[in-house]
Nanobody, 124 residues
Framework: QVQLVESGGGLVQAGGSLRLSCAASGRTFSSHTMGWFRQAPGKERDFVAIISWSGSITYYADSVKGRFTISRDNAKNTVYLQMNSLKPEDTAVYYC?????????????????WGQGTQVTVSS
């Protein structure tokens, strides 16, 4: 069983930055593919970024490429999402997700574990 707890959300002005963290329980974090997804009000959950178990491979949605950076610290069982140049359209609840011992995927329903989400609101 894996438990995920996100933090770092909040209210920021357009052009600002936030850093989200996702702390994972369990001793096998280093074998998990990790992802960040987001869901805006009235919209479906969207893929944002994913990172391989080693951190050597990352992949981003086109809408955030060049502005967001996903990273991980396996010694701390934590994955991060650095968000720069934030836009009002980035406003959403952000979720981290874990896919133990599986290949990377941008499909949310393939992830086994999810955090409770953290709200990010970007004002114009």
């Amino acid at each position: 069983q894996v438990q995920l707890v996100e933090s770092g959300g909040g209210l920021v002005q357009a052009g600002g930055s936030l850093r989200l963290s996702c702390a994972a329980s369990g001793r096998t974090f280093s074998s998990h593919t990790m992802g960040w997804f987001r869901q805006a009000p009235g919209k479906e959950r969207d893929f944002v970024a994913i990172i391989s178990w080693s951190g050597s491979i990352t992949y981003y949605a086109d809408s955030v490429k060049g502005r967001f950076t996903i990273s991980r610290d396996n010694a701390k069982n934590t994955v991060y999402l650095q968000m720069n140049s934030l836009k009002p359209e980035d406003t959403a609840v952000y979720y981290c997700a874990a896919r133990p011992n599986q290949a990377m995927s941008v499909i949310g329903r393939l992830y086994d574990y999810w955090g409770q989400g953290t709200q990010v609101t970007v004002s114009s």
